[in-house]
């Protein structure tokens, strides 16, 4: 009794498959690499690769997408902007079974800042606040709490940090944005959840998260001595 060659011949397509994709996974990282290098150079960036540990903050409380997770740095870069130490970088991390990568900014200055996460708030958001209530809303400024999820363990530092001038700043930014903004000691770090950025746009993206971190550094009541 001869055998079907049908389930050997789907075998062999999807190690044939399997073994095409790592193929192209390989040469996208090193073409990727290879390209954020370059972009490093042209903006005065010193490009660490994979070989950068992330950036610098404390272990509590947990409210940055870096401390939620173990992920992957890579293609990292560093230098400043606006007079604040920037730090550029893909970061991978597992998603149940699949994994997400961003291109995220992490910018520090000599400033403490309360624990917070800030993004676009969504229907689920406003269902779940309606039970734990953990939404920092401000009545003087109802469009902000309308667009934006405002997070922290610190509300009363959160609330003097979020002036009536960086609330405003807030509500001017287009919708389509979708900020998210984390704090967390010293360090501010900026990313939009629409997967990693193209080299080409790797400097857009530093100049509206340069323009974002100095305006919320700028708000910071109390600046820790030198």
Same mark, same amino acid.
């Given at each position: ?51 950068? =540990? ?13 401390? =939620? ?76 709490? =309308? ?66 971190? =100095? ?12």
């Amino acid at each position: 009794m001869q055998s079907d060659p049908i389930p050997f011949l789907m075998f062999g397509f999807f190690i044939a498959l399997v073994v095409g994709l790592i193929v192209w996974g390989m040469r996208y990282g090193k073409k990727r690499t290879a390209q954020f290098s370059q972009v490093a150079q042209l903006i005065g960036f010193q490009f660490l690769g994979d070989t950068w =540990r992330g950036p610098m903050l404390p272990p509590q409380p947990n409210m940055c997408l870096i401390q =939620r997770t173990r992920g992957r740095f890579s293609n990292a870069m560093i230098g400043s902007s606006g007079g604040l130490n920037v730090s550029l970088f893909d970061y991978t991390y597992h998603v149940g079974k699949n994994t997400a990568t961003y291109t995220l900014a992490a910018f520090s200055y000599d400033v403490q800042l309360p624990p917070f996460e800030l993004r676009a708030e969504n229907v689920f958001d406003r269902i779940g606040d309606a039970f734990v209530h953990n939404d920092i809303d401000f009545d003087s400024n109802p469009e902000f709490s =309308r667009r934006y999820l405002l997070r922290s363990p610190d509300e009363t530092g959160t609330r003097q940090t979020f002036t009536p001038s960086l609330l405003t700043y807030f509500e001017q930014i287009p919708t389509d944005k979708k900020w998210h903004v984390e704090a967390s000691g010293m360090t501010l770090i900026l990313y939009r959840t629409t997967g990693p950025l193209r080299p080409g746009d790797i400097q857009p993206f530093l100049s509206q998260t340069s323009s974002i971190a =100095r305006t919320i550094f700028s708000s910071v009541p109390v600046k820790r001595s030198s």
